[in-house]
């Protein structure tokens, strides 16, 4: 494997660990800032989701942009410095309004994995990119393997201890990008920066010229809105389902992280020569809604780790198509075109933590007889089965690919 590549694996997996270092620690870091129960903080962890999503969707066109201008080297260090300061925020934060700032930073500084994916695609040949991207989704998967597992034990020395360690991690990848990697978008590829192109809206606009291209970012909104269950709510729904611990509610991320690892970076490749993008892609979407079904009903703790396997397959249809979309585009437009799917998965993200957050404190508010925490993967799996209802439509409408 290229040095450039292992590089921006590596990032990847740093940045992932980061962000799973702290998900552990989330709801009793908001109990102890605001003093509110669990179902009122699932609300504010909801609140501050939606703001990270929302500053995600406003700059990613323009870090895509910018990457496709400048290159991609000095987006990637940036953003990964910008993380460090997220993280310095988040040790030192005691009220909410800090908490708000760090979310807001992070929001900004999260095109770390579009950029490195953006990379991936200046250094894969068109007809092999979706490899690419899934190696890019298993070195997260990797982190969440490590951070989830740290931040749970470094929570037993306090809920502000894991963010120390995110962001000696981001530092560490700050320095190694310095050290090792190269730019990777080749000047001649190059194009200036305009309004149009880092305006969120203009960035949808430009790339529409596509047949078919509204179509696949509904499909892929949808997913990430179901997707988006997992990091919005699992601290929460472990917590009230099965009463765990950080350091318990850590380890089931890292399983959760080592199944992604190992589908994305072994699987991924099978399931494309024997399925292909698009029978890949639509086999994410059936096993997602199964995966969500089960989740949404099961009530025993140690059940609910076998369901990992699944998880870890559904999330095999962003990859896919990430590479159907990319070999559409020219190499001085694979920036811009991440910029538009992560903008997506912003918006995603924005929709996700206020529904599921309003779902879950609803079916669990102190006065409920009959409290269902799995209820958001309930409404993820009906999400999700809509996703797959549109993706694999008659071609007589306009066609996903």
């Known amino acids: 494997m290229r040095p450039r590549v292992v590089f921006l694996l590596a990032t990847v997996t740093l940045n992932a ?68 300061l997220d993280y310095i925020v988040l040790a030192l934060a005691n009220t909410l309004w800090m908490l708000v700032l760090a979310r807001m930073i992070g929001g900004i500084a999260s095109s770390t994995q579009s950029t490195a994916s953006a990379a991936i695609a200046d250094l894969s040949e068109p007809g092999k990119r979706a490899r690419g991207f899934g190696l890019i989704s298993a070195a997260f998967g990797l982190g969440f393997v490590l951070g989830p597992v740290l931040g749970g034990l470094l929570a037993e020395l306090g809920t ?18 310095l050290m090792s ?4 978008h080749a000047a001649a590829h190059r194009r200036p920066v ?12 430009a790339l529409n010229r596509l047949p078919g291209l509204t179509r696949a970012l509904v499909v892929y909104f949808l997913y990430n809105v179901a997707f988006g269950t997992y990091p919005a709510i699992w601290s929460f729904f472990a917590q009230a389902q099965f009463a765990w611990s ?53 009530t025993n703790g140690m059940l609910v780790l076998f369901f990992a396997p699944i998880a870890a397959i559904g999330a095999t249809y962003a990859p896919a198509q990430q590479a159907i979309l990319s070999q559409r585009l020219g190499p001085d437009e694979q920036g811009a075109l991440q910029g538009v799917l992560t903008s997506t998965v912003a918006v995603a993200m924005m929709v996700a933590p206020a529904l599921m957050s309003q779902v879950f404190a609803l079916f669990t508010a102190p006065e409920r007889q009959n ?31």
């Open 160 to 177: 502000h201890a894991p963010f120390w360690a995110a962001g000696g991690l981001c530092g560490a990848g700050v320095l190694l990008g």
């Open 194 to 205: 305009t309004w149009r192109g880092v305006n969120p809206f203009g960035a949808f606009r």
């Open 371 to 401: 409290p269902l925490p799995g209820a958001p993967f309930l409404v993820a799996m009906t999400l999700v089965l809509a996703a797959l209802l549109l993706f694999v439509w008659p071609r007589r409408l306009p066609a996903v690919t």
């Open 17 to 84: 660990m980061g962000i799973g270092l702290i998900l552990p620690v989330v709801p009793d870091l908001i109990q102890e800032v605001t003093g509110q129960p669990l179902s009122e903080a699932a609300l504010i962890g909801g609140v501050l989701s939606t703001i990270f999503a929302v500053m995600q969707f406003l700059f990613a066109p323009f870090m895509g942009r910018l990457s496709d201008a400048y290159g991609r080297r000095p987006v990637l260090l940036g953003t990964l410095a910008i993380m460090v």
């Open 246 to 298: 950080p350091a318990m509610i850590g380890l089931s991320l890292g399983v959760f992280g080592v199944s992604f690892a190992v589908v994305q970076g072994g699987l991924m490749g099978v399931l494309l020569r024997v399925f292909g993008e698009r029978g890949t892609a639509t086999l994410g979407l059936a096993v997602s809604a199964m995966g969500f079904a089960a989740l949404g009903l099961v």
């Open 181 to 184: 990697f190269p730019e990777t």
